[in-house]
């Protein structure tokens, strides 16, 4: 097990992101249940999309409480890949490992589309160069608009931390914001679910490059593993 | 009745359950003169209240089916092909919900039911709790849910009570099923004002499981625990039983919810929980959802059906109020609970896996020798049934019926007393069909349901059929389902309606290049005590089972829901007819949209030619009258048998049914997914003279519209021929964004797609806009 998919009671996305990570770009991983340790070979970790704890109270707010949220904590100071995909996106959000809130889209409705969107030249393995200007990946998600004071705007702006932007903002986010990354550059959070965009039978393919993107720190030792797909 | 003996059970150790049973408490409980003798008989004695409330909800039309029963005999409930003998898995009416094979050790189950009355008077609830029951009927057989969809009928979207029920019940099931992560792969929505003031909301589930995995809802094995499993039971989902408000405790009606609450969070761990003790090897013997009639229905079927009797003990309920009494706890039809039998001396193994989820699971009694179901209360012996007499022994009614007047008159309506359309009309009338709410997109509807979540959808809502992979079986063959029921055509003429609504929804299976496999049904229908609605419903019956048998497409399941009736009367009937299908290949799922300029399009089956019952005369004259289109088994069979092995060949790019609205709506929507196409469409009528507006509009069935390559032209002409389908070319896909039309080379009318499509596209976001409600 390289990579490890935490399962709270109430995430649904837990299983297509094993498949995606396992089946697919065949790197070993494993779902983890949140009242379990983190193991201790993890290498990165992927915070799948549900309704954890069925969005009560606010998205993420009881998941940051879980056991595991202590070792993630943990692992991620120590500089491992974290990414939360949705509903994983807003308990980094909650739990303080990613800046900013998620809070119900402006039109309120659940919104479930492929969205267009815009690639950010964010670091390294996150760049128009490997990914390209444009993606199209599904959405799913009544509360994914996101938002942040002046302040951390204008930093995560001035620091390259945007990952993704809407191409048609459909959830009424600040700048377009579809997906961020914090200082460190080690963890990652987006709406989008790259993870349902990546099998012949999907319409198109572009959750690939984003996990591989989201991989590739960890698997350049060992970059046949990934780019063998 | 006074001669009897009284109930020999110690009295109840609440109070207000030791009265007197009177004739008015027995027919507040909906119980007949002569269905109380019978109860008398089989007791020897008085029953208490509490057994007089069990009886009453399992002697009712949703759990006994008494006004339906013998009708239901009628459908085909399993293969006649010799070849495909045994593909039944679980027949009709045996479990909580069918199971047919798709292969390779592989069976899908799936069931349809309404929650017609509940979304009425609260959608939000009503159409999200919905939703849990027809989920857990699925899970409970041990399979693993994998899509939703839903038939939705509404009354006139342009009043404010409907849009309120609308966007009620869309947020409703959208709040359930994205919650609990099954994709919802859309359905079907109509609108008629017939269906003022009595939405219908039927919802159905489908999930795979293994062959050996399919379990069953039988308490057997003497000794074996009963378990109870999921939240706490609560006061809520007494309202059926409105007496047990008003007359049991000093708390007014409006304390009560009449409607269940869901939690779609508790659901959701349900699921998993039991997904999880059912993969432990021998662990459970039995197991049933409490839905309908909640802890009475599970406890008595269970037992009824492993020829066993079963003991429960309510103190060990676990109970979400304090101070209910035996009759609210067996009649509450709080969510998201089940009852499970569990193999003696392993209980730890179950009480484990609810640890895990943290849920209860409390151990309320065992499974007797013997037929009695026994319930104890606070040390007493509450209600001692044959349990069998519960589940098997409610009346059979043959109801007298009655064609009704008002129908006949409407069918005499023909088109001479209408001129034929003006050409320059052609291009209004068009636009009021596309913008009629009922063949609007339905894009403001399933864009709120996830259906995209488990990775398996392939094609997205708003096709002919909804189409996932069955990846969670590990097997790369894709399950397409659709829904379907005009209730136009089934209110002028109930067996050729329901005919329509079969034929149309295997069209549409055909159309996604799916075979057919089996069908469940949602009988809607008014009150069946009224001669006129029992007429509806036997001819709506008879006319499916017809269907069924003669395409071997057997019944695997479905549900009633009668009494469907409002100030204006009943609602047109309502058979809701869902099929699934099965495509083997990637490569034959075909969409309804042309995607590419140059392409042929095809009418497979004829030039429509009837008018009656359409959409057409309802946006032009607001008439729902004349004589329904003809339907034609053969020809049906004949058509699709073609278009299934075109698929299968590789030669269709894109097939779409018509249906609402004819040809013109038809080859509209399938230039619709494209940037800038058009057509140039050339019709010839030769033989006959149609009216051009029976042509363009009528909704004649058993016609396809198919796009195929040039080169592959002159085989699908031949093809069409040895399988006598009649074949039109009528023109090709173009760049133009324009639909050129000629009719017997007149020209008609030069449509802009783009402007189609926009009316289309917005009617109902129109209507639902915020500052318009």
């Known amino acids: ?214 991989l590739a720190p960890l698997l350049t030792s060992r970059p046949t593993e990934i780019s063998s797909s | 009745m006074s001669e009897l003996i009284p109930s020999p059970l110690v009295l109840n150790p609440d109070p207000v359950l030791n009265v007197e049973i009177t004739e008015e408490l027995i027919s507040q409980h909906g119980i007949l003169p002569d269905e109380y003798e019978q109860i008398l008989k089989i007791l020897g004695r008085v029953p208490n209240l509490t057994e007089l409330g069990i009886f009453s909800v399992m002697w009712s039309e949703h759990c006994a089916y008494k006004n339906t029963r013998k009708l239901l005999r009628l459908f085909p409930t399993e293969k006649q092909d010799k070849e495909s003998i045994g593909q039944v898995l679980v027949k009709a009416g045996d479990e909580n919900a069918g199971v047919i094979d798709v292969g390779e050790g592989w069976g899908v189950a799936f069931k349809i039911e309404s929650h017609n009355h509940p979304s009425a008077i609260e959608p939000f609830e009503g159409a999200a709790t919905g939703v849990g029951g027809i989920v857990r009927d ?69 999930g795979v499981l293994r062959h050996e995995d399919i379990q069953k809802g039988a308490a057997t094995g003497v000794g074996n625990p009963v378990y109870y499993v999921g939240p706490g039971t609560g006061r809520d989902g007494l309202g059926g039983a409105s007496f047990a408000s008003r007359e049991l405790t000093e708390e007014s009606a409006e304390d009560r919810p009449a409607v269940q609450k869901g939690d779609p969070f508790m659901e959701k761990l349900l699921l998993e929980a039991c997904l999880e003790m059912m993969a432990i090897p021998g662990l459970v013997v039995g197991i049933q959802d409490m839905g309908a009639a909640g802890l009475t229905c599970s406890t008595c079927e269970t037992a009824s059906r492993g020829n066993s009797g079963i003991e429960i003990d309510l103190d060990l309920v676990p109970q979400r109020e304090t101070g209910m009494n035996s009759y609210e706890i067996m009649l509450s039809e709080s969510q998201e609970r089940m009852l499970v039998i569990v193999k003696k001396g392993r209980e730890r193994e179950l009480e484990e896996v609810f640890e895990k989820w943290d849920l209860h699971a409390a151990h309320i009694g065992e499974v007797k020798n013997g037929d009695r179901m026994v319930v104890r209360h ?43 359309i003006e050409i320059d009309s052609v291009e209004d009338a068009l636009k009021n069909l596309l913008g009629h709410p009922t063949i609007a997109s339905k894009r403001w509807v399933w864009q709120q349901y996830d259906h995209m979540v488990m990775s398996g959808c ?189 698929i299968e060949q590789g030669r269709i790019r894109a097939a779409h049914d018509l249906a609402e609205g004819g040809l013109l709506v038809g080859l509209s929507e399938m230039l619709f997914s494209g940037t800038n196409l058009g057509a140039k469409i050339s019709i010839s009528s030769n033989e006959n003279a149609i009216r051009l507006d029976a042509l363009l509009f009528g909704e004649s069935q058993g016609r396809v519209l198919v796009a195929v390559s040039s080169a592959d032209l002159d085989d699908l002409r031949k093809t069409s021929d040895l399988a006598a389908v009649s074949y039109h070319l009528l023109g090709k896909s173009d760049e133009t964004g324009k639909i050129e039309l000629e009719v017997d080379e007149q020209k008609i009318s030069s449509l802009d797609v783009g402007d189609l499509k926009s009316v289309w596209a917005n009617a109902i976001p129109n209507h639902m806009e915020p500052t318009k409600n």
């Open chain 2, 458 to 646: 392939k094609i997205e809502p708003g096709s002919d059929a909804g189409v996932v992979r069955l990846s969670i079986a590990g097997i790369d063959k894709y399950l397409a389902i659709a829904n379907d029921c005009n209730n136009r055509f089934c209110y002028l003429d109930p067996y050729k309606g329901a005919q329509i609504a079969f034929v149309e929804c295997m069209r549409n299976l055909a159309c996604s290049g799916a075979k057919a496999l089996a069908v469940t049904d949602n009988l809607n229908f008014g009150n069946p005590n009224k001669p006129e609605a029992y007429y509806m419903l036997k001819e709506c019956v008879k006319g499916l089972a017809d269907a069924c048998a003669f395409f071997d497409v057997p019944v695997v399941g479905g549900n009633v829901s009668l009494y469907n009736e409002h100030g204006n009367g009943a609602i047109d009937p309502t058979p809701v007819v869902s099929m699934v299908g099965l495509i083997d290949t990637q490569e034959q799922v075909t969409r309804s949209q042309i995607e590419e300029p140059g392409l042929a399009i095809v009418l497979l089956g004829g030039l429509p030619n009837e008018l009656g019952g359409s959409y057409y005369l309802q946006t032009q004259f607001n008439k729902k009258e004349g004589k329904v289109p003809e339907v034609n088994l053969e020809n049906e069979k004949n058509l699709q048998d073609l278009l299934l092995s075109q």
């Open chain 2, 138 to 206: 699925i899970f409970t057989m041990g399979a693993r849910p994998i899509l939703l969809t839903n038939s939705l009928r509404f009354g006139n979207l342009e009043t404010k009570q409907v849009k309120r029920l609308f966007r009620g019940v869309v947020s409703g099931i959208s709040h359930y099923g994205n919650c609990l992560g099954i994709p919802n792969m859309g359905g079907d929505v109509y609108f008629d004002d017939c269906y003022e003031g009595n939405p219908l909301v039927n919802a159905l589930c489908a």
């Open chain 2, 378 to 420: 606070k040390g007493v012996v509450v209600a001692d049934l044959p349990a069998k007499s519960l589940t098997d022994e409610a009346p059979v009614y043959d109801q007298p019926s009655k064609e009704p007047v008002h129908v006949t008159e409407a069918r005499t309506w023909t088109d001479k007393s209408t001129p034929d």
């Open chain 1, 1 to 214: 097990m390289r990579v490890a998919i935490l399962q709270f009671p109430g995430s649904n996305c837990d299983w297509d992101s094993e498949h995606a990570v396992a089946d697919i770009l065949d790197v070993p991983a494993a779902r983890i249940w949140h009242k379990d340790k983190l193991p201790s070979e993890t290498e990165a970790v992927i915070v799948p999309g549900g309704f954890s704890f069925g969005d009560y109270l606010r998205c993420g707010a009881i998941a940051r409480f879980s056991p595991i949220m202590n070792d993630l904590k943990e692992f991620s100071e120590k500089g491992g890949q974290v990414l939360g995909i949705c509903n994983g996106f807003q308990i980094l959000c909650e739990s303080g490992l990613l800046p900013g809130a998620l809070i119900r889209n402006e039109c309120i409705d659940f919104r479930c589309l492929n969205q267009e969107l815009k690639v950010e030249d964010s670091n390294e393995y996150f760049n128009t160069k490997i990914l390209g200007k444009k993606l199209v990946l599904p959405i799913a998600h009544g509360e994914g608009n996101f938002r942040a004071d002046e302040a951390t705007l204008s930093s995560l702006e001035e620091n390259d931390q945007i990952l993704l932007r809407y191409e048609s903002n459909p959830n009424g986010s600040m700048n377009d914001i579809a997906g961020i990354r914090n200082s460190t550059g080690n963890v990652y959070g987006m709406m989008p679910h790259p993870e349902r965009s990546v099998a012949p039978h999907h319409p198109c393919l572009d959750g690939l490059p984003v996990l591989k993107a989201f």
